[in-house]
């Protein structure tokens, strides 16, 4: 059974660079039979994607967060990583990485990580 | 964007009853949605894809239907471990996938 686990710092000063690694066991992220992606929701409030990759290296991202976020993996180590530049405290958030099943265009998440609390401060 | 709205946010029940939980898509989805549950502190839950196909190891209890703008998650009776947050998620559109507001069900 595939696990995801993120790790990265719980704080990030504003207008620096949120960075996170998801660690996949369990499966290959280059299978080639999912998108791996980020998501997020801050405290109280619902859920928001950040964007997906698949393996063949390409991703796609949320309109919203595009011109801030870039999603990459290593197959070597089997993780995916998050960077979120430019932060504020707007993205303030648990961040959850999760593996995507594909539909017709897009995909539902039938695993996910346990979630890294981010908090932006100075 | 896709909308997706959830009704009611909150919903007071109690264990045994039958409840349904119901998530409009702004334009068709056809029957590209999925449920979620979330309890607090933890990571969502898948409980059902494609509108009405329930995720392997998910209690018969839970239920979804529909199709286009128009669905239901219901749950038939109840149980103390089923309190949670219930979200709706499409997945119809290239970009971006949008979820639903979410549905608090707490004890009455």
């Known amino acids: 059974q595939v696990q995801l686990q993120e790790s990265g710092p719980g704080l990030v000063k504003p207008s620096q660079t949120l960075s996170l690694i998801c660690t996949v066991s369990g499966g290959s992220i280059s299978s080639g039979l999912y998108y791996w992606s980020w998501i997020r929701q801050p405290a109280g409030k619902g859920l928001e994607y950040i964007g997906r990759?698949?393996?063949?290296?390409?991703?796609t991202y949320n309109p919203s967060l595009k011109s801030r976020v870039t999603i990459s993996g290593d197959a070597s180590k089997n993780q995916i990583s998050l960077n979120l530049s430019s932060v504020t405290a707007a993205d303030t958030a648990v961040y959850y990485c999760a593996r995507g099943i594909p539909g017709t265009r897009s995909c539902y998440f039938d695993s996910w990580g346990q979630g890294a609390p981010v908090t932006v401060s100075s | 964007d896709i909308q997706m709205t959830q009704s009611p946010s909150t919903l007071s029940a109690s264990v045994g009853d039958r409840i349904t939980i119901t998530c409009r898509a702004s334009?068709?989805?056809?029957?590209?949605l999925a449920w979620y549950q979330q309890k607090p502190g933890k990571a969502p839950n898948l409980l059902i894809y494609?509108?009405?196909t329930l995720e392997s190891g998910v209690p018969s209890r839970f239920s979804g239907s529909g199709s286009g703008t128009e669905f239901t998650l219901t749950i038939s009776s109840l149980q103390p471990d089923d309190f949670a947050t219930y979200y709706c998620?499409?997945?119809?559109?290239?970009?971006?996938?949008?979820f639903g507001g979410g549905t608090k069900v707490e004890i009455k």
């Open positions: 494609k509108a009405s």
């Open positions: 998620q499409q997945y119809n559109n290239y970009f971006p996938l949008t």
């Open positions: 990759m698949f393996t063949s290296g390409g991703t």
């Open positions: 334009q068709s989805i056809y029957s590209w």
